[in-house]
């Protein structure tokens, strides 16, 4: 490769010193950004490899399907949080699935620009929102002067979801062919069977990976289940959101806290479970939003 | 109106007599619903605001702004104050983000320049997966793994090199700072990533390959092109991810150590705003100290709206805010 005109004159265009210190210096940067790269897939591998290690010891069937131990005991499952998490993002999800697909549907299709970029804002913002944040929030307007429920922590995780479902909709929406909906027009249907009929089924599968990845974040989330979901009266499972419900986050934390190794166990084995639920659904939707867009834009 | 809504003037016509019952009542009732649903967004931002405002109140006009600058936490004697806790949170978002911005660089350029083709998405998806592992487990992670590591090895020979500098001094120990800081790293490191990568694709081809004519290496051409182009791209990339940090509760709780203290050591225990609103889920009752803690709630909204706000200017320019 010459260097031309920056080279000052007298030394030679390859191979001089100069030339020579260039080449080293971008061989260097090079080196130090495939390190990075490098690096940061190290530390998922670290964190998953370490997970599955100090998970696997303590998993097996009974852990899915038995009430915890009583305190002190070896031994015992998170079959409680299991249902309790699978409840309560259950309910998150219908919640925000629904309103986040209006709200797409609404920016894309009917609101004039300056209202959809004033809702696109407000939802990045409300993305952005700490969601400890949305916990005291929803602990005070719904368990103040109450008390802890599974409604209260599914309404708070809904708000988390929200945004995400909503945004991936709207991408998705954005991306149905205009000319589909002429079509529509022109046979003559109102706007609503359009969306109903035309726009909503062609971009289906998009919108289900939204959803898929709106339960993936959620399902994670403790911060908003702190202070509405995470005191339980019985170790039991529990199937009323009318109550705090038990569930895999949550327990996770409160076994992290404890001293005892036999606890430290437990919260890896259900570490185990929520991160290859949570991983899994993350790739899955990932792989189908690609190829949803990839259909639509015919890219 | 534009055209389409004219196409559908002249079918509806024709049809009118047998306009159907339930596209009379579906169509305004399919809007009102979207139009509800789009407010509704934006109403829960405002209620969130308003709500954590509000129950704060208590603690506001008993502490005023002097809550900002004093630092206690004693449910005891019902004394309060966010002076720790705010520097504990600016102070590890500061770290996380001072590592994590060069590494997240870098990894854009790898992946926008030099990895071979087939294996960009691949490895841009890994790195994304990071964020998508729950802040619990790093959590987890970060006590029983990296903490050790950190008490046993890492602290104890940085103080040995640098114990000169305040920051490197003080007793090792598996909790603290330091241990929050790089997991707040990790946390910012996907986003980052992410955004800045966007920022270089979006480098018009001609400018790199201009530089390369002038016979440019690689970073040459970087320096050149694309970083001065991707620069406020960059800086909007580096404050989403600070305000992914500002916020992070669980897994910064778990790791810090919660103490009310300000130390100028990283191996000290500390707290952050989000971090002292988790650890306080079960004590949380009406009265002074749970206003309070809606007070850190307040200040933590202030912050990481601020911080989205910016950020969101600044990225929306390069019209890349697909996925987030």
Redesign the interface.
């Known amino acids: 490769m010459g260097a031309g005109s920056l080279q000052p004159s007298g030394s030679r265009l390859v191979g001089g010193p100069r030339h020579r210190r260039r080449v080293a210096v971008n061989r260097l940067v090079e080196a130090g950004c495939t390190l990075a790269a490098i690096l940061a897939v190290a530390v998922l591998a670290l964190v998953v490899i370490s997970v599955l290690i100090k998970g696997l010891p303590a998993l097996n069937l009974g852990f899915f399907t038995q009430e915890p131990a009583p305190f002190g005991q070896p031994g015992g499952g998170i079959a409680n949080s299991i249902v309790g998490s699978a409840i309560l993002v259950g309910l998150a999800t219908a919640i925000s699935v629904p309103v986040g697909i209006m709200v797409a549907v609404y920016t894309t299709q009917f609101a004039g620009p300056r209202v959809a970029g004033a809702i696109r804002f407000a939802l990045d913002i409300l993305n952005g929102v700490p969601t400890i944040v949305t916990g005291v929030f929803i602990f005070g307007l719904m368990v103040v002067g109450n008390q802890q429920s599974g409604w209260a922590a599914a309404v708070a995780l809904a708000i988390v979801e929200l945004p995400i479902v909503a945004r991936s909709a709207q991408e998705v929406l954005a991306l149905v062919p205009r000319s589909l909906q002429e079509a529509g027009l022109a046979l003559g249907l109102r706007r609503w069977r359009i969306v109903v009929r035309i726009v909503v089924p062609t971009a289906a599968g998009g919108l289900i990976t939204g959803a898929v990845l709106g339960v993936a974040r959620v399902a994670g989330e403790t911060a908003p289940l702190l202070f509405t979901s995470s005191i339980f009266s019985d170790l039991g499972i529990t199937t009323s959101p009318s109550q705090a419900m038990p569930n895999i986050p949550v327990t996770i934390f409160s076994l992290s806290e404890s001293p005892a190794p036999a606890d430290h166990a437990r919260a890896w084995a259900a570490a185990l479970v929520l991160i290859l639920f949570v991983l899994l659904l993350s790739v899955v939707a990932r792989a189908f939003h690609e190829r949803t867009r990839r259909r639509l834009t015919g890219r | 109106m534009s055209t389409?809504a004219e196409?559908?003037f002249?079918?509806?016509r024709?049809?009118e007599s047998h306009v159907k019952l339930v596209?009379r009542i579906?169509?305004p009732l399919?809007?009102a619903?979207?139009?509800?649903?789009?407010v509704?967004?934006?109403g829960?931002?405002v209620?969130?605001a308003e709500?954590?405002f509000?129950?704060a109140g208590l603690a506001i006009s008993h502490f005023g702004l002097a809550f900002l600058g004093h630092n206690t936490w004693n449910p005891v004697t019902n004394d309060f104050g966010a002076a720790s806790f705010i520097y504990g949170t600016v102070v590890s978002s500061l770290i996380a983000l001072l590592i994590a911005t060069?590494?997240a660089i870098?990894?854009a350029?790898?992946?926008t320049?030099?990895?071979p083709r087939r294996v960009r998405r691949p490895?841009a998806?890994?790195?994304?997966?990071?964020a998508?592992?729950?802040?619990?487990?790093?959590?987890?992670?970060g006590?029983?793994?990296l903490g050790p590591f950190l008490g046993n090895h890492l602290e104890p020979f940085l103080s040995g090199v640098l114990g000169w500098i305040p920051l490197f001094a003080g007793t090792p120990s598996p909790y603290g700072m330091l241990n929050a800081a790089l997991i707040l790293t990790?946390m910012a490191?996907?986003i980052v990533?992410s955004v800045t990568r966007e920022v270089f694709q979006t480098t018009p081809g001609d400018l790199k390959e201009g530089a390369y004519a002038?016979?440019?290496?690689?970073?040459?051409m970087?320096r050149m092109t694309v970083l001065p182009v991707a620069r406020p791209g960059i800086v909007g990339a580096v404050i989403?991810g600070l305000?992914?940090a500002?916020?992070?509760?669980?897994a910064v709780t778990?790791v810090i150590g919660n103490a009310t203290q300000i130390s100028s050591s990283l191996f000290a225990p500390a707290g952050t705003l989000?971090a002292q609103?988790?650890s306080e889920?079960?004590s949380?009752n009406?009265g002074l100290g749970?206003s309070s803690?809606?007070y850190l709630?307040a200040i933590?909204?202030v912050i990481?709206?601020l911080?989205?706000?910016v950020a969101?200017r600044i990225v929306r320019r390069f019209n890349i805010?697909?996925?987030?």
Request: net charge neutral.
């Open positions: 389409p196409i559908q002249a079918p509806r024709l049809s596209d579906g169509e399919f809007r619903l979207a139009a509800a649903a789009g509704a967004s934006v829960i931002l209620w969130i709500s954590v509000n129950q060069p590494t870098a990894i350029i790898y992946l320049e030099l990895a490895i998806i890994l790195v994304e997966l990071l998508a592992i729950p802040s619990v487990i790093l959590g987890l992670w006590i029983i793994v990790i490191l996907p990533t002038l016979g440019a290496t690689r970073w040459e970087l989403l305000g992914r500002l916020g992070e509760a669980i778990q989000a609103i988790a889920y079960q949380a009406p749970t803690l809606m709630a933590l909204l990481s709206l911080a989205n706000a969101w805010m697909g996925r987030r």
